[in-house]
């Protein structure tokens, strides 16, 4: 499936829009995130792949490389496969300067949730979101616990965290 989805991709869009296959467990197609909205319309709307369901989005922390990817895992229903996207991001791991991907909230209901997830504890920016705020921390908590830089505060509100 992931070879018949990187040829349809890259007939359709280029050859830079799908960067490489990535060997193991499940193999794993990495594309460019300028074409992701793109490629997931296509993936969910073309006989043969009609991925129509979006089950996880993931954030994923290269520390101390100045990278991060989002790792979309989506099923076709009605075909009874799987396929796994990912786009890399380079960044600079400034907090004033988040990692950013275009949203497919608007593709995938599902993804508004994930996408807010991998906002809040990842600190990763999905441009077009349509409510895109922390999901489990609270407003005003500051940084993202599951970077691999992140510290700990001592305290939150003047209440001991540790």
Known sequence: MIE?????IIDQFGEEAAIAV???LQP???VNPDYLKDICFLLRDTEGFYFDFLSNISGVDYYPE???SVVYHLASIPYQTQLILKVNIE????????????????IWRTADWHEREAFDLVGIYF???PDLRRILLPDDWEGYPLRK???D???YHGIAIK
């Open 28 to 30: 794993i197609l990495v």
């Open 127 to 129: 441009s077009g979101h």
């Open 4 to 8: 018949q989805a990187k040829k349809r």
């Open 153 to 155: 505060p001592e305290a």
């Open 149 to 151: 830089d992140y510290e």
């Open 91 to 106: 960044n600079e791991r400034a907090l004033d300067q988040l990692p950013e991907v275009p949203s497919v909230a608007d």
């Open 22 to 24: 990535e060997e193991g």
């Open 66 to 68: 100045s990278r991060f």
